[in-house]
């Protein structure tokens, strides 16, 4: 075999923080094949047909479950769903004896999915099988930045050197803090944006931009990826109404238009239409919304497929 | 390390067109025939096969494509080298109802050619696959696996290794036996 002996620098998926820029590589290359498999006839490989899957989420999921589920089947490995809600964890079972009790049924990975941050991490250090972090509370979400970049490419053809604007809840958006930390590592230059009260103090320490004027951040950037206003995350007034944020930071066709140049528009969903984006914006040529969904599996299959391929 | 070249040269050359023209025997036309090269290294044996039959008059329609089989190998995560990293696949066709002709450079247990197979479904059900490789190594099959077109056969056993070198990537083209000192 010419192919090189290329690994992921990892065993587990915990956050874009353990990964190298080589790492991303491997997986975007290998999602590229993924991605031909998925517009086949037939959308199967064999690969992990030894391999079960746990998908515990501890916090409500619809894209994101899914898309593990889908990406899981088409390798075709075995998957067991598990839903906080319906569980033992509602009788007061601790996180390490509810995933020891389902191991103990013989799963090889945990896709995980809970409100805590670092909940994923501090798995990983209790229990003996592979974690992929499926979004830890406010901190990272390493699957959606994985394939926010990867749509980015796909559009644009590169990362590097690409200006990405995040604009939005950056305070508690982990997909905001993946999100930066994967475009830095593959090179791109990052501006957050978004009201006072929802940028993190120390945010440049990171390595970006800080702007508080949403058309300076559009005039800056090639891509710019408007987040949700999570406002099941909002316990106090960060803003004084959604109306006013929307006229402020939300993103819409005028505003566009005004613009001498095209921007790619990006959205990790659910979209709050007439929030931070209006419909006009969200389904138009200029959004790779869909796209993201799409690529989304590829993304997944490629990472389960990579971490599946270092268990001995 | 001993090197032993089994073929290079106008051999080489003559080796290709025969093949071609036992290719031509069998399928005619190629109207219902496609030519399959399996990633990595058959890629260039299926090339080099397909270029030759379009030079012939009435054969310059022959349909080529690339399929990789890392996914549908057998040995994922039993191999000490690690991850099986895949190549592309540029398969443009259905094989629905065709005749299917794999190309690999080297058979030897078989496996490959299984997986190959496997990978094959997902294109459709062809009426028939037929095999042709380049350099079949005897006696080490691990796998009822045959070919119906052969370039060379050899002798030779598990701790030497083929080679086959094309002029495109490697500068020439050659079949080097490898061979450890100490056997």
């Not at chain 1, 409500?60 to 479950?65: H, Y």
């Not at chain 1, 004896?97 to 090889?108: E, P, S």
């Not at chain 1, 945990?110 to 901190?139: C, E, K």
């Not at chain 1, 419909?279 to 990579?306: C, F, K, P, T």
């Amino acid at each position: 075999m010419t192919a090189s002996n290329r690994q992921l620098s990892t065993q587990h998926l915990l956050g874009i923080k353990d990964l190298q820029a080589g790492d991303i590589q491997l997986i975007f290359e290998t999602a590229d094949n993924f991605k031909d498999v998925l517009n086949r006839p037939i959308k199967k490989v064999p690969s992990l047909r030894d391999i079960t899957i746990a998908n515990i989420f501890f916090e409500n999921s619809t894209r994101t479950r899914l898309s593990f589920e889908l990406a899981e089947k088409r390798l075709s490995a075995d998957t067991i769903n598990f839903a906080a809600s319906s569980s033992s964890v509602s009788k007061g079972e601790t996180l390490i004896d509810t995933v020891n009790n389902i191991l103990a049924m013989k799963v090889d990975m945990i896709v995980m999915r809970h409100p805590y941050p670092g909940a994923g991490i501090f798995l990983s250090r209790h229990v003996d099988a592979q974690i992929v972090n499926a979004g830890d509370g406010a901190h990272e979400h390493p699957t959606q930045a994985l394939l926010d970049a990867f749509s980015i490419r796909e559009r644009l053809g590169d990362v590097s050197g690409k200006k990405v604007a995040i604009i939005g809840d950056i305070l508690h958006s982990r997909v905001a803090l993946s999100n930066i930390l994967c475009l830095r590592k593959l090179g791109a230059e990052v501006m957050v944006c978004g009201p006072t009260t929802l940028i993190p103090k120390y945010i440049s320490s990171l390595g970006v931009k800080v702007e508080y004027n949403l058309v300076n951040a559009l005039k800056w950037c090639d891509v710019a990826n408007m987040l949700r206003i999570q406002l099941e995350r909002q316990d106090m007034a960060y803003f004084p109404s959604l109306r006013e944020y929307s006229m402020l930071y939300g993103l819409n066709k005028r505003l566009l238009d005004s613009l001498d140049k095209e921007i790619t528009i990006m959205h990790p969903g659910p979209v709050n239409r007439g929030v931070e984006i209006t419909s006009d914006v969200a389904d138009s040529r200029h959004s790779i919304i869909l796209d993201q969904v799409e690529n989304g599996v590829a993304i997944r299959m490629a990472v389960l497929y990579l971490l599946a391929s270092k268990r001995g | 390390m001993k090197r032993s070249i089994l073929l290079e040269g106008q051999k080489f050359q003559i080796t290709i067109q025969r093949l071609c023209h036992q290719l031509i025997e069998n399928h005619a036309d190629f109207s219902d025939s496609v030519i399959v090269g399996i990633q990595p290294r058959g890629i260039y044996l299926g090339r080099r096969i397909a270029e030759e039959l379009k030079q012939i008059p009435g054969l310059a329609a022959v349909a080529y494509g690339e399929l990789d089989i890392t996914f549908f190998r057998d040995d994922f995560r039993r191999k000490d080298s690690g991850l099986l990293v895949p190549s592309s696949t540029s398969m443009d066709f259905i094989v629905e109802g065709k005749k299917v002709i794999l190309m690999d450079d080297v058979l030897w247990t078989g496996r490959t050619i299984r997986a190959a197979m496997d990978a094959l479904q997902a294109f459709g059900r062809p009426e028939k696959i037929e095999l042709l490789v380049l350099v079949d190594r005897r006696f080490s099959r691990q796998l009822p696996i045959e070919p119906d077109y052969i370039g060379i056969q050899v002798d030779s056993i598990d701790s030497q290794r083929v080679i086959v070198s094309w002029d495109e990537v490697d500068a020439h083209d050659r079949i080097t036996l490898l061979t450890e000192k100490d056997n």
